[in-house]
Structures are given as structure tokens and as C-alpha cells.
């Protein structure tokens, strides 16, 4: 039973993994490429979200509805690199961490103002509605095992992306020296906008898919945007292997955390007691592994030092 | 142009004369405000410290902040019920002495600013941001799911708690009592920018590595000083339960960070009455703002955005003296 309850959860630990590393790998590449704190990056999540409700609630086809989640995020990302961002490259991190922030109210109240307050919901496909048996007595929810596979199968894009092309290369340098791509005649600013945008468009997906699960609605990107951030941090700012291992990382212990630390605790505790004390530290562990991994490496796993 | 030290006497002036205004006209609304104010006042001038002195660009403050809070909420929740909150190592059931509980306040919240910047002052940058923003969510979380203490609906308190002879009730007295924490405050600020210590953590903002080359242990200096500002924005917590008579898991959210950074960054960065300004400019715009429409932030944020592109560097910097030689 428990075994079967722990496979159960791991899995639900990857699938919350892989969307913390959609969320994280575009925060990763637009600190790494150009130097940006983005706070509003959450709010990518929730337009992306608020993109694909729209499109499912006019069309009924939800693959029309991530695509309208990809685009909708990009469109909003490289409006408003264009207009607000591209100013504060060259600013210190605290004008950068107060301008996204300033971002994040006005996306948050503009979204709020065109759709209202009430949360939307987002249907699954008939095809991916229901459970999949994975091994003789572990049956499994279809659309997670699907936005498990998305999570994999954009992870490997995103690494022949880097690592195969031309855009890749040019990321890559840009990562190593601005001024040098600059100078070879690269137009730089081209390049931060393209970036900015692919780093949009995978949170505004992340966003749609994880709002089929859940309601859309405002706010909804800030949680797991501070997520993301405690990934970057255990996996080291601009490294893209970093996110991936620390979202899956971070996705496996929080959900394994919260389910399984108060069982374990009811060992030397009363159940009253250790589900209270569990629950609370178990909302608490991705925190103390960061901490633990900062003690031990200031950098992050794989962040240069 | 008015320079900025007469500017600051006009403030302190307004902050002795609005609140006796709404006394006499018996508007106590305004006292309230001009109360919410200071407080939040209180806890940018603590934030200042660390983030306009000496760069530490902490976005958690809300976890002393919210520390502060609950320990205030606490403590009186349980005088009241008469609970005992624990018997080990001592008996305790409480207190709602303010005489009590601000020492009690102030020792943990540099209890835990020690803590979060032993952590965390071993990291720069970017990274010090996020780490000082996950450990302020840490506790938000905490709070959350701690059933104890009302997790997510909060805690009441029924009473103000209370100071001798005074009836801390009274909302003009109350008042004062903020106001009095906040001259305090100012006071040391002032006495620590000008000291010699102040002299080590400004030129840590400017360079660190020269002032460790002069033989400075820039890492204990930094740890002081965000000690000192995160038990400063504490006592503004405590302040704060006790205005409200509530405190819930909300004041300990990163909106709050960002909130008591934004007073700082309004009033204008390393001045010292620039929080108070930015506080006061915050709470206007939200009454007259909240009063036309319920997207204010929306509108806060717009603002914010033009400030920062375009005007850098706070509210205070209008009254600035300019000298010939600056641009």
C-alpha cells in the first residue's frame, strides 16, 4: 500500500518537477544571457494561462488553447521587453527587482480588470481525461503522465536548441560576454528580445497546463514563481542542467515532504500532533534544503562561482 | 528650493500636528492613518539600514516584520485565555505588557536576523535577493499551516495590549507611542550612519573589497547591521498587531517586502526620513487611488515603473541642495 502511495507521489513530485522547469529554465536564461532579475516572470505563468482559458472558451480545443498559451505569453513578453525591460539592463538588481515588481501589480490588476476576479477553469481533453495503469497495480492520471512527457520533451528541445544552433550558440555567448557578441556584429538587442520571448512562452505554457489541474486565476503565478526561484538557487543562476536537476529536486521533496513527514513523525508522536507539526515543516523543507545546499556550495550546484 | 534638513523638520512637524488635527475634529480616521504611517515608517527606516547603507538588498523583510507581528500576537493571546504557552524551561502563559513584549520582540527578531544572515550574507547579488526572499516565504508558509495560532484566518487579539498609567486604546495615545518608537528610531539611525561603524558599512555599499583590504571584517560588519535592521522593522511589527489588534500570515508574504522597499524607494534610497515619506506617499495614494477605483495597484504600479525609468531617486531628492558641481 505505502510503496504504491510513495510511487504514486513521486510521480506527482516529477510532474510538478518538469513545470518548475519550464517556469525556471526561462528565468535561468534571461539571468544568464542578460543579467535580468525577473520578478514578473509569474506573470508570464498567468497570462499564459489566461491565454489558453480564452482560446478553449471560444474554440473548445485545448490544443488550440496551448498553443494560444505560447503565444499569448510571447506576444506579452516581447511587448513589454521592448517597452519596460529593455531599460533596465544595465541597471542595478535593486531598480530591476522594483520595476518587475511594479510589474507584477500592473499585470496582475490589468489581467483582473479584463476578466474579472472569479477564477476560470480550463478542461482537459476527453483523450487525456481518466488514468493510464503503469505496472500491475499503479494506475496513474493520464494528463499528468502527458505534462510529464511535455516537461521531457521541451527539456530536450531546449538542449538542442543550446547546444545544436545558430540562436543556441549565440545564447551561449552571450552568456560568456555581451560585449564581444556585440562587437562580432551580432544584433544584440534582437537577441535579448528573442530570449526574453522563449523564456515567456515557456512559463505562459507551464501556466496553461498546470491551470487545467487547477483554477486560472489572478495571482496564481506568484507561488510558484518564489518556487522557481529557490530552484535557480539550489541549481545555480544561469545553468540550464542546474534547473532541470533542482526543479525535479525541489518538485520531489516538496510533494514527498508534505505527504510523508507527518506519517513519519506519528513514529514518535501523537497523530494529532505530528500532523500539525509534519504539515508545517513540511512546507518548510525545499527551504531548509536550499539552505543546506547554499552551506555547502554558496553557488549552487552547478552556478559558477 | 527647500533643502532637504529643513524638509525633515516639516515632516516631524506634520507627524505632531495631523494626528491632534484629527483629535480635535474627531476624525480618529486620520489618526489611524497617520499612525499606519509611522509604523510602516518604522519598518523602512529598519530596511533603509541594510538596503540604502549598506546594499544589502534584502527582499524578506516581511519575516521580521511578521515575526515581530506574531510574537506581539502570541503572547497576547495567550495572557488573555490565560493558556500556558509553555512550561519548559520556564512556566510562561504571556503577557500583554507592551514593557514585555518589546524586549521579547527585539530579541528574536535579532534572534532571527542573526539566523537568516548567517545564511545568507554568504552570498551576493542576485542570490541574496532570492535567499532573503525564500527565508521570509519559509516563514510565511509556517505560519500557514501552523494551526496553533489561526494559520491562514490569523489571530485575533481583543485587547490593545498595554503600557502603565497609559490607556493604550486611545487612538491619539497609541499614537504617540508610535511616533515616540519612531524618533527613537531616527535617533539611532542617525547616531549609527555618523558613527565610525557607519563609516564601515556605507563603504562596503561603495566597495567591499576595499574595505576588507583596510582590514575590516566587512562579513561581521554586514551581519551587524542586518541584524540591527531587521530587529528595527520587528518592533514595527509588533507596533503593528497591536494597531490592527490582528495578525495574519499576509503581513509575512513577499508582498510585504516589497512594500516596505518600495517606502524606502519612494522617499528616496539612504535618506533618512525618505521611508517615512514614501510610507506617507504610499498610504495617500492608496486612500485617494483606493477611493476612485479597486485597481489601485494597478496604478501603483504604473507609477512605480515611471519612477523607476525615469526619476531614480525618490520623493526626497526634490528637496535635495544642489551644488554647482553635480549635475
Request: net charge neutral; charged share 10%.
Amino acid at each position: 500500500m505505502t510503496s504504491i502511495l510513495f510511487f504514486e507521489q513521486l510521480l506527482n513530485g516529477i510532474q510538478f518537477g518538469t513545470m518548475l522547469f519550464l517556469m525556471s529554465a526561462g528565468l535561468t536564461l534571461i539571468f544568464g544571457v542578460m543579467g535580468l532579475i525577473n520578478l514578473a516572470h509569474g506573470s508570464f505563468y498567468m497570462i499564459g494561462a489566461f491565454s489558453a482559458a480564452l482560446i478553449a472558451s471560444l474554440t473548445g480545443s485545448f490544443w488550440l488553447a496551448l498553443l494560444a498559451s505560447l503565444s499569448g505569453a510571447a506576444i506579452a513578453g516581447v511587448l513589454i521587453e521592448i517597452f519596460i525591460i529593455r531599460r533596465l539592463y544595465r541597471r542595478d538588481h535593486l531598480d530591476q527587482v522594483l520595476a518587475t515588481f511594479a510589474l507584477i501589480l500592473l499585470l496582475s490588476e490589468g489581467v483582473r480588470w479584463c476578466f474579472g476576479a472569479f477564477p476560470l477553469y480550463l478542461d482537459i481533453p476527453e483523450n487525456l481525461n481518466g488514468t493510464l495503469p503503469i505496472l500491475d497495480d499503479i494506475i496513474y492520471s493520464k494528463y499528468r503522465l502527458f505534462i510529464i512527457f511535455m516537461g521531457l520533451l521541451i527539456a530536450a528541445g531546449l538542449y538542442i536548441l543550446i547546444t545544436k544552433t545558430r540562436l543556441g550558440v549565440r545564447i551561449r555567448a552571450g552568456q560568456n560576454d555581451r560585449q564581444m557578441i556585440s562587437a562580432l556584429g551580432i544584433d544584440i538587442s534582437k537577441l535579448y528580445t528573442i530570449v526574453f520571448a522563449l523564456g515567456a512562452s515557456l512559463a505562459g505554457l507551464a501556466g496553461a497546463m498546470i491551470g487545467a489541474i487547477q483554477s486560472v486565476e489572478v495571482g496564481m503565478g506568484e507561488p510558484i514563481l518564489i518556487l522557481a526561484f529557490v530552484v535557480i538557487v539550489i541549481g545555480g543562476i544561469g545553468s540550464i542542467k542546474g534547473a532541470l536537476i533542482g526543479s525535479i529536486l525541489v518538485g520531489v521533496t516538496d510533494t514527498i515532504g508534505r505527504i510523508f513527514l507527518p506519517e513519519f513523525l506519528k513514529v514518535f508522536m501523537e497523530p494529532a500532533s505530528a500532523t500539525s507539526v509534519g504539515s508545517s515543516i513540511g512546507s518548510m523543507l525545499i527551504y531548509i534544503l536550499m539552505a543546506l545546499i547554499l552551506i555547502i556550495k554558496p553557488s549552487g550546484l552547478f552556478g559558477k562561482t | 528650493m527647500i533643502i532637504e534638513k529643513v524638509f525633515n523638520k516639516w515632516i516631524l512637524l506634520f507627524l505632531f500636528t495631523i494626528p491632534v488635527f484629527g483629535f480635535v475634529f474627531e476624525e480618529p480616521y486620520y489618526i489611524t492613518l497617520t499612525t499606519k504611517v509611522v509604523i510602516l515608517g518604522i519598518a523602512g527606516i529598519g530596511l533603509n539600514l541594510a538596503l540604502g547603507y549598506c546594499g544589502l538588498i534584502s527582499f524578506g523583510h516581511a519575516a521580521f516584520f511578521g515575526l515581530g507581528g506574531y510574537v506581539t500576537g502570541i503572547l497576547s493571546f495567550h495572557a488573555f485565555n490565560s493558556e500556558l504557552m509553555f512550561s519548559w524551561p520556564f512556566v510562561s502563559s504571556g503577557s500583554s505588557d507592551m514593557l514585555v513584549i518589546w524586549p521579547i520582540v527585539i530579541l528574536s527578531s535579532a534572534f532571527l536576523a542573526l539566523i537568516i544572515g548567517l545564511l545568507s550574507l554568504r552570498t551576493t547579488g542576485v542570490y541574496f535577493i532570492m535567499i532573503t526572499l525564500a527565508f521570509a516565504q519559509m516563514l510565511y508558509f509556517f505560519a500557514i499551516s501552523w494551526p496553533n495560532y489561526g494559520g491562514e484566518d490569523g489571530l485575533s487579539i481583543y485587547m490593545r495590549n498595554s503600557l502603565p498609567i497609559v490607556n493604550t486604546m486611545d487612538p491619539l495615545t497609541f499614537y504617540f507611542i508610535c511616533l515616540f518608537w519612531l524618533l527613537v528610531v531616527i535617533f539611532i539611525s542617525a547616531k549609527l550612519i555618523n558613527s565610525s561603524f557607519g563609516m564601515a558599512f556605507q563603504a562596503i555599499k561603495q566597495n567591499e573589497e576595499r574595505v576588507k583590504s583596510v582590514g575590516i571584517e566587512t562579513f561581521k560588519v554586514k551581519l551587524l547591521v542586518f541584524i540591527i535592521s531587521g530587529t528595527i522593522t520587528g518592533l514595527a511589527g509588533s507596533l503593528y498587531t497591536d494597531l490592527n489588534r490582528f495578525i495574519s500570515p499576509s503581513v509575512l508574504n513577499w508582498q510585504m517586502s516589497g512594500e516596505i522597499m518600495i517606502f524606502v524607494i519612494l522617499g528616496g534610497i539612504a535618506r533618512l526620513y525618505g521611508p517615512i515619506v514614501g510610507a506617507a506617499f504610499f498610504i495617500v495614494l492608496e486612500q485617494t487611488l483606493g477611493g476612485y477605483t479597486e485597481n489601485w495597484q494597478f496604478w501603483l504600479g504604473l507609477i512605480l515603473i515611471l519612477e523607476i525609468l525615469y526619476v531614480r531617486t525618490g520623493i526626497l531628492s526634490l528637496f535635495e541642495k544642489k551644488f554647482k558641481y553635480e549635475k
